[in-house]
């Protein structure tokens, strides 16, 4: 099993920016799958980015343009940029391990705790 800490979150403008990251307590293997989802408020938790550990990226649509997900392989860290952020964005934001390359939730097996984004209009 491998942990993940998330960091990075905090308050913002719309049309502000956060880099999110997260930690994994082992180098992930070659086959590892990492996804971003989020959870608002009231409503299900949503496939934000996913990529392999060895590149690959995909995004939601409604990200798409404005977020990228990147890795730091020396430091087993995964980031999310996040750019010209929305009202909409906030929302408790999780890191996740897997090993399928997809954007459903039920594949991954390791998650973080979370970490808040919040956008003020």
């Known amino acids: 099993q491998v942990q993940l800490v998330e960091s990075g979150g905090g308050s913002v403008q719309v049309g502000g ?19 971003w989802f989020r ?5 299900g938790r949503e496939f934000v980015a996913l990529m392999r550990w060895r590149g690959s990226p995909l995004y939601a649509d409604s990200v798409k343009g404005r977020f990228t997900i990147s890795r730091d ?7 999310l ?11 408790v ?13 039920e594949a991954y097996e390791d998650w973080g705790q ?3 984004v919040t956008v003020a209009s």
Do not use: H, W
């Open 93 to 105: 934001y999780y890191c996740a391990r897997g090993s399928q390359y997809t954007a459903n939730q």
């Open 114 to 116: 979370g970490t808040q």
């Open 39 to 43: 959870q608002a408020p009231g409503k």
């Open 73 to 79: 392989n020396p430091e087993n860290i995964l980031y």
């Open 17 to 35: 920016s956060l880099r999110l990251s997260c930690a994994a307590s082992q180098r992930p293997f070659s086959r590892s799958v990492f996804g």
């Open 81 to 91: 940029q996040m750019n010209d952020l929305k009202p909409e964005d906030t929302a």
